[in-house]
């Protein structure tokens, strides 16, 4: 599948299968994690793999959100890595955005090995920092469930998953 396919193939999967993902396309997802640009090349992100049944169990009490999923990628930015502009009313946070593309690889990775996810932003994320203390110095981007998706009809794509505004609607050529 070519990227235009997969971006239109990969969708917000709600409900997984029992089936477990094999650690090699784990790695692969992970592989393609590393590969996501970064501004100035900083690399100032941190993923963090959650498979054990112990571990798991602490992710599902920082979100209603975990879609019987066995597998979790946690995605966090280090803002003290970003060198910031001089200007005080131009400051982007850059750890949201290297972290934001870095999830953006790991959803269409996944996507391209057969397996889905979704990205869930809500989160207790005091809590998650709580139980995973390597986690306390960063800004936790989303955790993202993967897995392979359940047949039933909340692990297949939503009614409005094709509903698009139209690139007219959301774009002006200056």
């Known amino acids: ?3 235009f396919e997969l ?16 650690g090699e396309k784990i790695l692969q997802i992970l592989d393609a994690a590393n590969s996501a640009p970064s501004s100035a090349n900083i690399q100032n992100v941190r993923l963090w793999v959650v ?5 798991l169990e602490k992710v599902y009490d920082t979100t209603p959100y975990k879609f019987g999923a066995s597998t979790f990628i946690v995605v966090g930015g280090d803002e003290s890595a970003i060198r ?14 290297n972290g934001s593309i870095v999830g ?5 990775a996944a996507k391209s090995l057969g397996l889905d996810s979704t990205w869930v932003g809500l989160l207790d994320r005091i809590k998650l920092k709580e139980f995973f203390p390597k986690m306390k110095d960063y800004t936790i981007i989303g955790i993202f469930p993967i897995g392979y998706a359940s047949p039933e009809r909340e692990g297949q794509p939503h009614k409005w998953h094709t509903q698009r505004k139209g690139v007219d609607n ?3 050529w200056l």
Do not use: G
Not at 7 to 22: D, G, I, L, N, T
Not at 51 to 55: D, K, L, S
Not at 104 to 108: E, G, Q, W
């Open 51 to 55: 498979r054990t049944a112990e571990n």
């Open 1 to 3: 599948m070519n990227f």
């Open 7 to 22: 971006a239109k193939a990969r969708y917000s999967c709600r409900k997984f299968s029992v089936q477990p993902v094999e």
């Open 170 to 172: 959301i774009t002006t």
């Open 84 to 97: 910031k502009t001089e200007a005080k009313d131009d400051y982007l946070n850059l750890a949201m955005v």
């Open 104 to 108: 953006t690889h790991i959803i269409l």
